[in-house]
């Protein structure tokens, strides 16, 4: 880790609003894990910055959410999908599926990129990432209007690795 991570980290470490919240922060920021929960899904590629990037991102967390925090260590959730409030209809009637999929059974999908949404080369796939910070911002990509807002659905790597198809009450 660099000077310049390191300076950060203090930083981040001033918001803890006590010592448990602050040596969990430690923890996240020093070395990427608290006990069996790690920001590196191990399924993402990685290098250094993504990594101090993550780890920031979860100290952050902590320090400004600690309840939502303890839902994602509670329930090792390191997997996010970034999205907004008008897919959520369409997510607890039909499940989350792809573009492809979403054109197979006729269900019409307004959000997501604009790129992804092309009818000639739609995407085969939910895209997810272990970066929440990456999630935020695909989830606030797009327009807002009739207020609609921001949508982290998250998983953890256990509940999602070898399945087709995930159940929605399996999400936070």
């Not at 939910?126 to 807002?144: C, N, P, Q, V």
Request: charged fraction near 25%.
């Amino acid at each position: 880790m660099n000077t310049q991570y390191n300076k950060l980290c203090e930083y981040l470490l001033s918001f803890a609003e006590n010592d448990e919240i602050k040596n969990k922060m430690k923890l996240i920021l020093y070395d990427g894990k608290i006990g069996d929960f790690s920001v590196d899904s191990g399924i993402m590629k990685n290098n250094e910055l993504i990594e101090q990037k993550k780890r920031i991102g979860y100290a952050y967390l902590l320090a400004s959410n600690p309840n939502t925090f303890e839902e994602f260590l509670k329930n090792n959730i390191n997997l996010f999908h970034g999205t907004n409030s008008n897919s959520i209809s369409s997510i607890l009637k039909y499940g989350m599926m792809s573009l492809k999929e979403q054109d197979k059974n006729k269900i019409t999908n307004t959000t997501g990129e604009r790129w992804s949404r092309i009818k000639n080369h739609p995407r085969s796939f939910i895209s997810l990432t272990d970066d929440l910070d990456l999630a935020m911002d695909y989830s606030t990509g797009g327009k807002f209007e009739d207020g609609s807002f921001e949508v982290i659905i998250g998983i953890s790597t256990k509940d999602i690795h070898n399945l087709k198809q995930v159940p929605f009450r399996n999400f936070i």
